[in-house]
Nanobody, 116 residues
Framework: QVQLVESGGGLVQAGDSLSVSCAASGRTYAMGWFRQAPGMEREFVATFLWGSSNTYYADSVNGRFTVSGENAKNTVYLQMNSLKPEDTAVYYC????????????WGQGTQVTVSS
């Protein structure tokens, strides 16, 4: 079993930067970042693969967000730059049970609010 805890959310102005983190209680194959804005479906943001350090980003954040991992701490970070009001959402991290499997572990989320 893996427990995930997000932290680092807050209120920022448009154009600002913010970093959120996800600490895992154990090893995972990968870590995904998702977000859910009010009245909208949860959407994919980014993925980090521990073995290769490969990263993948949604088109909406590509070029602005960067995901990275610190293996010694089992922690993944999401650096968010040039934030826009439409980035406002609860940000969740998630981990799959294994390669190619669905995300089975989810954190409780951290709120990111970007004002105009």
């Amino acid at each position: 079993q893996v427990q995930l805890v997000e932290s680092g959310g807050g209120l920022v102005q448009a154009g600002d930067s913010l970093s959120v983190s996800c600490a895992a209680s154990g090893r995972t194959y990968a870590m995904g970042w998702f977000r859910q804005a009010p009245g909208m479906e949860r959407e994919f943001v980014a993925t980090f693969l521990w073995g290769s350090s490969n990263t993948y980003y949604a088109d909406s954040v590509n070029g602005r967000f960067t995901v990275s991992g610190e293996n010694a701490k089992n922690t993944v970070y999401l650096q968010m730059n040039s934030l826009k009001p439409e980035d406002t959402a609860v940000y969740y991290c998630a981990a799959p049970l294994g390669p190619g499997q669905a995300y089975g572990y989810w954190g409780q989320g951290t709120q990111v609010t970007v004002s105009s």
